[in-house]
């Protein structure tokens, strides 16, 4: 039987961490997967979780079985920061955990899927993993443009999508530091975005990955919100691997938006009976420590602070791209100014990025996509002369 199965190609992204570790130039920059890094270029655990971590050791008294849903503490600790605080939705809200964003784009997919959607419409390029969800799940993937080739959110095409989708369609959008682009919707964007929704009840999934990333824990969910305030019923994915940088204990939240409030129980049920049969329950340390950091003011504080300090680094290394278009033409390093969130993606060829690979030790997805968290003071001039070399005529 097991013969059957044929090779699958292993995943792009997760296969550049191995080559980048398995090389031995000690210059070597690492622009692959989406973790944060310092201008030392370590992914240290943040220091308000260390601390959370540590009231988790002395205050949980047992490590029994919390059920589908997962820890409801860390789930509602969350909702301020989603949804805004007192906000009039909380009572159409459900919401459980998920192992990473991952696991909750999954539950979200599955769920759309059990209750009678047939294909998603997806912006184009996505994370890369979006497509095999969806695909698994066996959803059809009805694709539009996400971008513009100048470096701008392509409105008519998701409008276009939202529009033209049919009864058994919904449409998945990024809410902030779109993943690989860095392209977001502006404000009337998202205004327009949600007209949409709303003039043709077509349901929105909406990932968000990266929340104080972008442009700060408010703006960033601030488009999301919009759509909210609009439409009777969303989906929402929520991971909690980059902003709490929780990455390998996998952390996420799976919120469902319902038009009426008595119609939560039997959506959830749904949604703890799929998370059930697919991995049973999530792993609690992870949304235990978010939990109890979100608990104490303090812990918040430093941990916002933190989420701060991250940011403007990157804002810093965006700028520092965008001034060195010059020297690298053609490859619109200006638009990154205006981008957000961990990525970017340049419009480099196959050729040119496996040159940068092998001539310059630098990694990146072969879509061209660059975390610029992975750009700091000691590599970005390296970076920048590289993209010189083999954008030269
Ligand atoms: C990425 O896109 O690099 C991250 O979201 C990590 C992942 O799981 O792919």
């Not at 949600?194 to 909406?206: N, Q, Y």
């Not at 902003?243 to 049920?269: C, H, P, T, W």
């Not at 998370?275 to 329950?281: D, E, G, H, K, L």
């Amino acid at each position: 039987m097991l013969e059957n199965l044929s090779p699958q190609a292993p995943d792009a992204l997760l296969a550049l961490i191995k080559m980048h570790a398995a090389d031995p130039r000690e210059d070597k920059i690492d622009l692959g997967v989406g973790v944060y890094r310092t201008n030392d270029g370590a992914t240290p655990v943040f220091r308000a979780i260390k601390q959370a971590e540590k009231r988790l050791l002395e205050v949980q008294d047992s490590k029994s079985y919390l059920g589908p849903e997962g820890d409801s503490g860390f789930v509602k600790a969350l909702m301020p920061y989603i949804f805004g605080k007192g906000s009039p939705l909380v009572d159409r809200i459900e919401g459980m955990q998920t192992p990473g964003g991952t696991g909750a784009v999954r539950l979200a997919v599955s769920l759309a899927a059990k209750a009678g959607v047939k294909r998603i419409h997806l912006g184009i390029p996505s994370w890369p993993n979006h497509a095999q969800i969806l695909e698994d799940v066996g959803v059809e993937i009805v694709p539009f443009d996400h971008a513009n080739a100048d470096g701008s959110a392509n409105l008519d095409a998701v409008l276009g999508a939202i529009r033209g989708a049919g009864d058994a369609d919904a449409v998945l959008l990024h809410g902030c530091c779109h993943n690989p682009t860095g392209i977001d919707y502006t404000a009337e964007e998202w205004e327009a975005i949600a007209d949409a929704f709303a003039e043709t009840g077509v349901l929105p999934i909406l990932d968000i990955a990266y929340q104080g990333l972008g442009q700060g824990m408010e703006e960033d969910v601030a488009g999301v919100r919009t759509v909210l305030a609009k439409v009777p019923q969303a989906l929402l994915a929520y991971s909690c691997d980059k902003n709490f940088g929780l990455y390998r204990d996998r952390v996420g939240a799976f919120y469902m938006i319902a038009s009426e409030a008595e119609q939560l129980d039997a959506i959830a049920s749904n949604a703890n009976a799929l998370a059930r049969a697919n991995w049973s329950m999530p792993p609690d340390h992870g949304g235990a420590s978010v939990r109890l950091l979100l608990e104490d003011e303090g812990m918040t504080k430093l941990w916002l602070e933190e989420l701060d300090e991250m940011r403007e680094r990157m804002r810093r290394v965006r700028e520092r791209l965008a001034a060195a278009d010059n020297e690298a033409p053609g490859l619109n390093l200006s638009a990154l100014a205006d981008q957000n969130g961990l990525f970017a993606m340049l419009p480099l060829d196959k050729a040119q990025i496996a040159k940068l690979r092998e001539d310059h030790a630098i990694y990146m997805a072969g879509s061209g996509r660059i975390n610029v968290a992975g750009l700091h003071a000691g590599n970005t001039e390296k970076f920048i002369a590289a993209l010189a070399d083999v954008s030269k005529a």
